[in-house]
Each structure stands twice: as C-alpha cells, then as structure tokens.
C-alpha cells in the first residue's frame, strides 16, 4: 500500500508561482510513474503532468511551458513548479502514481488533493 501525501496549494494571484509537492510512503525509483492531475468544478480531471520512471515528463497542452515536473529519488517526493499561473489553473490538484503490483495490472493510487486558487 502506498501513500501520497500533498502539501503547497494556496491562494496566489494570476502570474505568481507555486510548488506542489507529493510525499510517497514507498520508493518513487520503482514507480511506474507519478504525476499531477488537476479538477476544477464542474469539470474532468485532466492530467497536468508526470514523470515516468527513467526521467521521462509530460505534460498536458494547457500548462507547458509554464509547468515543471521533477523528483527527488531520495526523498520519495515529487515536485510541480507552477509558474505564471492563470485563472484557469484554478483547480484541485492531485497526486497519482502507478506502481507495479506483481501481478498483470499495476496499483494505482491517489493522494487526497490541494487547493490551488488564483485570483486574477
């Protein structure tokens, strides 16, 4: 069972920057992958970004360029740089990974969110 605990939502105004930053109970290097997705009301969750196990990122089209993605393998966390923040960034933002089970599917697992509010 793995864990993922998200801390650094907030208010901010519209160009300003945040950092998410999501804390995995288990060993992010053997992760298939952690990322970033995001839920406003009223609408899907969208992905916003993630990192796969060898480096690799992606993003979704709304945030690149202005988004970042990255993980610290010895603190088990991954980060979201969040930069010129618009309005609609505003959204719930949770943390995702999927992690091999052994088995023929992965587990996948949520955090329990954080609010991002930008005013403009």
Not at 49 to 73: E, H, L, W
């Amino acid at each position: 069972q793995v864990q993922l605990v998200e801390s650094g939502g907030g208010l901010v105004q519209a160009g300003g920057s945040l950092r998410l930053s999501c804390a995995a109970s288990g060993t992010i290097f053997n992760f298939n992958y952690m990322g970033w997705y995001r839920q406003a009301p009223g609408k899907q969750r969208e992905l916003v970004a993630r990192i796969i196990s060898g480096g690799t990122t992606d993003y979704g089209d709304s945030v690149k360029g202005r988004f970042t993605i990255s993980a610290d393998n010895a603190k088990n966390t991954v980060y979201l740089q969040m930069d010129s923040l618009k309005p609609e960034d505003a959204a719930v933002y949770y943390c995702h990974a999927e992690v091999p089970s052994g088995r023929l599917f992965p587990d996948y697992y949520w955090g329990q969110g954080t609010q991002v509010t930008v005013s403009s």
